[in-house]
């Protein structure tokens, strides 16, 4: 084997050098999985050119200072060629030749399988497929949009991926936007985990279906550094959003695995690796110095105390009328008041009340259409910058973006995102609207806090409350308008509750939440009327959980009854009885969830057929109390 001389590579470097350093990426791409045991060489192997070129001529990046502000941004949405990412890395010297060979996907260490944020210059975790150029757009969107910053975003995309729908969206919004700052790179390298992708190597039909969504394609040789250089030039002028669709070999150098199937995802055997760096030339010690980002600019200097306009939330009187979803959209505009909150809708805004929000501060107000997914990635990417985003949609709709907001999880996103139109309470529309699985869906999240406000009042406070919340934040609110329970002065802190009605002499606990709890205040009066004394509580905050207040009930009444206008899989119900039996509470307890499949009507007659109204609840209370 042959050891090129150490040297270091600026933009300048003449192309014969960079080719030497593509080499050094696979050497090492090679050398970190076979040492794993595991990973993506050949995956790796055919990109090793693109990114030579890139992150040698056209990155413009301060690997010292990954936090500055002007540096362009790398994604690898094809997440599992983190060996090639790694290796870049190695490259740039800010991880050493022993981490990359000797930690890579080992427990407890960082260069984890598929990358993610606990590296300094990785902005969200990659490996779900199609998510990262979806996350590149919304980066590109904050630059420009709201930062009015000169960095480029740069996503390495894998041609198997290109068969996900999140893709289309991300590439139908960038062509919207017409968001030069943004430049997709296609690694067709014709083999997928199974055998060949669906277009293999037809780069014309790729071509073909990018234009159509409004960007610019531009078909090269990925493995010819000249046009690889050329395409990235012409993508960083400025004038449309660019993807660069590069012909590929799986396993590029490589000849026992180039092109062959059955290899992906599989690292090679020590003695067919050592034959692999010897056919690639050797081990090098190439270090890369890019182009490098402008100055940063500098600060703005913070105005007179007066400039700061304070957050002053809507006030609702007791006793009117008033939707959650309507209390909601008034918060959200008076939260615009913080520079660094923004609303994303997807077109249902004029429902949600999100687009108070767009009267009152247009500018940070962005429109994703009918496309749920890339709404959440374009949120991440802005919450990459440091912003607050809200999201917001049907509660039904949010299921289908679920895998993103379990990746943004992932990468330690902090976002609030808000369902209205929750359960079988919005009546004639059916099924097909009526969220009556996010409760669960968004429980399981890892970190999420699940707040379920009951009026105006708690809906506005909460609202303000999740701006200040790390973590996915999710609101769930009603379409329906139900009296105001609390007065404006009232607070709601998170992990908190509300009992609204007790005695000293309770017989049963009734909780609710949403729709629920108004249905409980009734069935408490129907109670009464029968000499049954019942406690009524207000669970807004669904995780955390008001633990405290549920063991007291329990301990006090004996008996709790649970309503909720969800599934009885992983809502209310479940989590009051993972919050007793981790406190050793046992009462006696019959939970009312939406079990049957229910069609259209009013909401009386939903919430009714779904055995979760006032008549309900009040004979499942009679009856544990009978027993």
């Given at each position: 084997m042959t050891t090129a001389p150490a040297t270091t590579l600026d933009p300048g470097s003449d192309l014969s050098q960079v080719l030497e350093l593509a080499q050094q990426l696979r050497v090492d791409s090679v050398r970190a999985s076979t040492a794993a045991g595991s990973g993506h060489p050949t995956s790796s192997l055919s990109a090793a050119d693109l990114m030579a070129v890139l992150m040698t001529r056209h990155l413009r990046y301060d690997w010292e200072s990954p936090d500055n502000p002007e540096s362009?941004?790398?994604?690898?949405?094809?997440?599992?060629?983190?060996?090639?990412?790694?290796?870049?890395?190695?490259?740039?010297?800010?991880?050493?030749?022993?981490?990359?060979?000797?930690?890579?996907?080992?427990?407890?260490?960082?260069?984890?399988?598929?990358?993610?944020?606990?590296?300094?210059?990785?902005?969200?975790?990659?490996?779900?497929?199609?998510?990262?150029?979806?996350?590149?757009?919304?980066?590109?969107?904050?630059?420009?949009?709201?930062?009015?910053?000169?960095?480029?975003?740069?996503?390495?995309?894998?041609?198997?991926?290109?068969?996900?729908?999140?893709?289309?969206?991300?590439?139908?919004?960038?062509?919207?936007?017409?968001?030069?700052?943004?430049?997709?790179?296609?690694?067709?390298?014709?083999?997928?985990?199974?055998?060949?992708?669906?277009?293999?190597?037809?780069?014309?039909?790729?071509?073909?279906?990018?234009?159509?969504?409004?960007?610019?394609?531009?078909v090269i040789d990925g493995h010819d550094l000249h046009a690889i250089d050329q395409a990235l030039a012409t993508a960083a002028d400025g004038q449309a959003p660019t993807v660069i669709v590069a012909k590929t070999v799986k396993g590029r150098g490589v000849a026992e695995v180039a092109d062959k199937e059955g290899w992906h995802g599989k690292s090679l055997p020590q003695d067919m690796a050592d034959r692999a760096v010897a056919e690639l030339g050797g081990y090098r010690h190439l270090r890369v110095r890019g182009p490098q980002p402008p100055e940063p600019a500098p600060a703005p200097v913070p105005g007179p105390a007066q400039d700061v306009r304070p957050v002053i939330l809507p006030r609702f009187e007791v006793g009117e009328k008033v939707a959650t979803r309507a209390a909601f959209g008034a918060a959200l505009a008076a939260l615009g008041a913080r520079p660094d909150v923004v609303a994303l809708d997807a077109e249902v805004g004029n429902s949600t009340h999100a687009e108070d929000f767009q009267k009152a501060h247009?500018?940070?107000?962005?429109?994703?259409?009918?496309?749920?997914?890339?709404?959440?990635?374009?949120?991440?990417?802005?919450?990459?910058?440091?912003?607050?985003?809200?999201?917001?949609?049907?509660?039904?709709?949010?299921?289908?973006?679920?895998?993103?907001?379990?990746?943004?999880?992932?990468?330690?996103?902090?976002?609030?995102?808000?369902?209205?139109?929750?359960?079988?309470?919005?009546?004639?529309?059916?099924?097909?609207?009526?969220?009556?699985?996010?409760?669960?869906?968004?429980?399981?999240?890892?970190?999420?806090?699940?707040?379920?406000?009951?009026?105006?009042?708690?809906?506005?406070?909460?609202?303000?409350?999740?701006?200040?919340?790390?973590?996915?934040?999710?609101?769930?609110?009603?379409?329906?308008?139900?009296?105001?329970?609390?007065?404006?002065?009232?607070?709601?802190?998170?992990?908190?509750?509300?009992t609204l009605r007790h005695s000293e002499n309770d017989h049963v606990t009734l909780i609710g939440a949403g729709v629920t709890l108004h249905e409980c205040l009734a069935a408490a009066e129907h109670l009464a009327a029968d000499g049954i004394q019942a406690r009524v509580v207000d669970l807004y905050s669904i995780k955390p959980i008001d633990t405290a207040a549920l063991t007291a009930a329990a301990r006090e009444t004996g008996a709790l009854v649970v309503a909720e206008d969800h599934h009885p899989e992983g809502g209310i119900g479940e989590a009051v009885l993972s919050a007793l039996s981790a406190a050793g509470a046992h009462p006696a307890f019959t939970h009312l969830a939406v079990t049957g499949l229910p069609g259209s009507g009013t909401t009386s007659e939903l919430i009714d057929a779904a055995g979760i109204s006032r008549t309900h609840i009040a004979q499942a209370a009679r009856a544990l109390v009978r027993r």
């Open positions: 362009d941004h790398l994604i690898f949405s094809k997440g599992h060629a983190s060996p090639l990412l790694y290796a870049m890395f190695k490259a740039a010297g800010v991880v050493s030749d022993d981490e990359l060979t000797k930690t890579y996907r080992r427990f407890g260490h960082r260069l984890q399988g598929h990358p993610t944020p606990v590296l300094p210059w990785v902005d969200v975790a990659t490996g779900s497929l199609g998510q990262g150029i979806a996350y590149g757009v919304g980066i590109a969107l904050a630059g420009r949009e709201l930062e009015d910053r000169p960095y480029r975003v740069w996503v390495l995309c894998g041609d198997s991926e290109m068969s996900e729908g999140s893709v289309w969206e991300a590439l139908d919004a960038a062509g919207h936007h017409r968001l030069a700052n943004f430049t997709a790179l296609i690694d067709v390298n014709r083999l997928g985990q199974r055998g060949p992708t669906e277009l293999g190597w037809d780069t014309g039909a790729y071509a073909r279906r990018i234009e159509a969504f409004g960007c610019r394609a531009i247009p500018e940070r107000y962005f429109q994703t259409y009918i496309a749920e997914q890339q709404m959440i990635a374009t949120a991440v990417g802005m919450a990459v910058r440091g912003y607050r985003p809200y999201a917001t949609t049907f509660a039904a709709f949010l299921t289908r973006a679920h895998d993103f907001i379990r990746m943004a999880a992932v990468s330690q996103i902090t976002m609030a995102l808000c369902g209205t139109h929750s359960g079988v309470e919005i009546g004639a529309d059916g099924p097909s609207q009526m969220g009556v699985e996010d409760l669960a869906m968004m429980r399981a999240i890892r970190g999420s806090t699940v707040l379920y406000p009951s009026d105006a009042t708690s809906a506005a406070a909460l609202t303000a409350a999740i701006a200040d919340l790390d973590g996915v934040s999710y609101l769930r609110t009603t379409r329906g308008a139900y009296p105001v329970l609390y007065r404006s002065d009232e607070t709601f802190p998170v992990g908190g509750s509300k």
